[in-house]
């Protein structure tokens, strides 16, 4: 049990779809993140929120919108994805910045 | 380019000592050296990690050289469980955030 879920664990979505991945951790952390994990890549850092404000967007393309509604959750709303971004979503927590990141499972994100 | 550099994968036989290298020669004075592992279908997970002591925790004890260009991850008794990818990180960005490498893949043989 990390204490960070996500839902839902897996999603096939056509390029002209929306939908939305959700994060939510349960350990009271103030810092929350969106990983980018492609196969044979390293994990890419999409997304960093701090108190619910956004600190760090890694030159993410705007297809992909994150939302931090409070320090417990964290949304990626996904739109008119290319299949390039099929990988593994995952959401991460930190106390803070600097802090241990817990990880959830993921989300298996495949775009047809 | 500043990086880690890791082993792409190491065999160890069960019930024995895993040594996992990784280099991070250019590692800042003030970075602390991480390592996380991941699981087949799971998300990383945090094992260990130091500034300038060894350092050891339930899961695994973390030896960082004098110079601080190296260090090794040591499991003192690999379990089947343990086959994971092994992910060493040294470095951070402008923002105090981790720089991730590809990690070593440690195979466990029974």
């Known amino acids: 049990e990390t204490g960070v879920t996500q839902t839902p664990r897996h999603l096939v979505m056509g390029m002209t779809n929306k939908k939305s991945l959700k994060c939510e951790q349960h350990?009271?952390?103030?810092?929350m993140y969106w990983y980018k994990q492609s196969a044979k890549k390293p994990l890419e850092l999409m997304f960093v929120?701090?108190?619910?404000?956004?600190?760090e967007n890694n030159s993410v393309p705007s297809r992909f919108s994150p939302e931090c509604p409070n320090s417990s959750h964290l949304f990626l709303h996904l739109h008119t994805l290319q299949p390039e971004d099929s990988a593994l979503y995952l959401c991460?927590?930190?106390?803070?910045?600097?802090?241990?990141?817990?990880f959830g499972p993921g989300t298996r994100l495949l775009v047809l | 380019d500043a990086k880690t550099t890791q082993p792409n994968s190491m065999e160890s036989n069960e019930e024995e000592p895993v040594h996992l290298p990784c280099n991070h020669s250019?590692?800042?004075?003030?970075?602390?050296i991480h390592w996380y592992r991941q699981l087949p279908s799971q998300g990383p997970e945090y094992v260990i990690h130091?500034?300038?002591?060894?350092v050891n925790n339930r899961m695994a004890s973390l030896a960082i050289a004098e110079d601080r260009k190296s260090s090794t991850l040591i499991l003192h008794r690999a379990t089947l469980r343990d086959a994971a990818v092994y992910y060493c990180?040294?470095?951070?960005?402008?923002?105090?955030?981790?720089?991730w490498g590809a990690g070593t893949k440690l195979i466990i043989k029974p």
């Open positions: 991460a927590s930190s106390q803070d910045l600097m802090g241990t990141q817990y």
């Open positions: 350990l009271g952390h103030n810092a």
């Open positions: 929120y701090n108190f619910k404000e956004q600190t």
């Open positions: 250019t590692i800042s004075g003030t970075d602390y």
């Open positions: 130091g500034l300038t002591s060894n």
């Open positions: 990180i040294g470095m951070m960005d402008s923002n105090y955030q981790l720089i």
